[in-house]
């Protein structure tokens, strides 16, 4: 007979994998022979001084329960020094205030209690209760009857737990990734724009839902066109047309043609009217990349357009309004250039309403592991690579000392050269060999001179001349001659040293 219900009583238990199911076919079932009303299965967390209830079945209702029912200090430190046996009798649940009070958080009416410890391996894992609600309802040959049930009853409130952790764990990683995917989306595609970026894109925020002109400076390809795109798409355009214009790669003789559009005849092979960039970017934003590559007379046309937004397309007579934003890139110095006479100076004032200077690479280097692992992934899918390669410190390290003259774009062909190689990694980087030159100071010193670093943000050579001169001069407190002196230091004849001064303006 006990036999028979021992095996019953397990089958019902393994009947499903959802505790509270298992658990109300068990009750059914034991409740047949034993004087129960229901059951419950508690935790003590006694750091966190609480008890965590886990399921709760009885006639009326079944099913699991994350109720937490904190202890005062004084109640936690009573359950702590409470030495309970594996099988515990209260036939007066009055006689256990502590048992009592955490008891009627959940079914106040219960009045006995037979509760059996439960264990994973050998480590306490809670307490399965058995309650009636008349008292002095229980015997001890019934904690016999459950006893050899206690296996599975644990297994099942294990499995429960670990259920739950996935499921936590799952849905903290589920926040995380829509976190970094709000933040991806946020930042518009833009790699660092929390970090090496942060100062650019604050700028960015600020001017996006205006309709300004905006001049984007830095060295080729460290994300010009990359701000460029995430300006007009947190502005209020974002939906109408954004037109691209790398001036430096249109002929001289097709801009016109092609930035402000043709009418029918208006040259051979005009067959028909044909609408510029400008036109085609209207009510939203064009983008002229590369803008001092534009020759000087294309810049007095835009000019005009810049000033009455409007354009005529060739061969044509009529204005054409437009409203568009316009948002002008370069490498070169325009300033420069307006001194040297090869950049129009009213052109200049016009797009540098408000400029931004993206820093090179070389200048952010905390951005490179986050364009690493982005670059990673991007490539991992256009090559089909089921697992993300990885790199070492080392050669990571390797890549956040290089100088980067090509910025974001090298680095990017770098990896995928990399990736191509190593596609089961670790990456290891080849880095172009940098043009060190080492040279012996006259105290025997190797002193490395790296042109690179200045990439492609060159200074005319006089002007580094003379910064260096004067930086000697700082060094040796204004000494030119003798030991110890300028030109000592700079291992140069003094009155060369002095006549070079002097074509400086340095004396
Ligand atoms: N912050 C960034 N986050 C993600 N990708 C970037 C970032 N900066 C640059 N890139 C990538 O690097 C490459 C070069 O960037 P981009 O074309 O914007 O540079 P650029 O400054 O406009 O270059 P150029 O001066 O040659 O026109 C592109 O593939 C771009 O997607």
Redesign the pocket.
């Known amino acids: 007979m006990q036999k028979q219900f021992f095996f019953e009583s397990i089958q019902t238990l393994c009947s499903s994998l959802q505790i509270d199911v298992a658990l109300n076919r068990y009750l059914k079932h034991i409740k047949k022979t034993l004087p129960i009303d229901g059951m419950f299965i508690n935790i003590h967390h006694a750091q966190y001084q609480h008890i965590q209830f886990l399921v709760h079945c009885n006639d009326t209702q079944s099913g699991t329960l994350d109720l937490r029912v904190p202890l005062s200090e004084e109640q936690n430190e009573i359950l702590i020094n409470k030495e309970w046996a594996d099988i515990t009798i209260l036939n007066k649940i009055s006689h256990e205030p502590v048992t009592e009070y955490i008891t009627s958080q959940v079914v106040p009416e219960a009045k006995s209690l037979l509760m059996l410890k439960i264990y994973s391996q050998d480590t306490p894992l809670g307490m399965v209760v058995f309650y009636s609600k008349q008292h002095s309802a229980f015997k001890a040959h019934h904690g016999d009857f459950i006893e050899p049930h206690l296996h599975t009853i644990a297994l099942l409130t294990a499995f429960e737990l670990k259920g739950r952790n996935l499921l936590k764990i799952n849905q903290d990683i589920t926040k995380q990734n829509s976190s970094l995917k709000r933040a991806l989306f946020n930042s518009h ?4 724009a929390e970090s090496g ?1 942060r100062p650019v894109m604050e700028k960015v925020k600020a001017i996006a839902k205006l309709s300004t002109t905006v001049l984007l400076h ?10 460029a795109n995430a300006i007009h798409e947190m502005s209020d355009l974002s939906d109408k047309p954004f037109i691209k214009v790398n001036c430096g790669a249109i002929p001289e003789s097709l801009i016109d043609s092609e930035l402000f559009g043709y009418e029918k005849g208006a040259f051979t092979g005009a067959n028909a009217t044909k609408k510029g960039l400008f036109e085609q970017a209207n009510g939203g934003t064009i983008f002229l ?2 803008i001092g590559e534009l020759p000087l007379a294309v810049q007095v046309r835009l000019l005009r357009v810049l000033q009455n937004s409007t354009i005529v397309r060739v061969g044509g007579s009529e204005s054409i309004q437009l409203n568009i934003r316009i948002i002008a ?1 370069t ?1 070169r110095n325009l300033k420069a250039m307006v001194h040297k006479g090869e950049f129009r100076e009213d052109l200049w004032y016009r797009l540098a309403i408000f400029p931004i200077e ?1 820093p090179a690479l070389r200048q952010r280097t905390s ?1 490179i592991p986050l ?1 690493l692992q ?1 670059f990673i992934e991007l490539l991992s899918a256009k090559f089909n690579l089921t697992q993300l390669p990885s790199t070492t410190e080392k050669e990571l390290a390797k890549l956040t000392h290089y100088s980067w003259p090509g ?3 090298e680095l ?1 062909n770098i990896i995928e050269r990399a990736m191509i190689q190593y596609p089961k990694g670790p990456l290891a980087f080849d880095l172009y060999d940098e043009e060190l030159e080492a040279e012996p100071d006259h105290h025997g010193n190797v002193i490395v001179i790296d042109p690179s670093y200045a990439g492609n943000m060159l200074v005319p050579l006089d002007t580094m001349i003379a910064k260096y001169i004067s930086h000697a001069l700082k060094i040796t407190g204004g000494k030119l001659y003798g030991a110890g002196g300028a030109a000592e230091l700079l291992d140069i004849n003094p009155n060369t040293l002095r006549s070079k001064m002097k074509k400086l303006n340095l004396c």
């Open positions: 595609g833009v790699i660092g970026l830095g060295e080729t390809g460290c994300g010009k066109e990359v701000v990349d590369e890139a490498h993206i951005d364009l982005h910025n974001v774009r990017f």
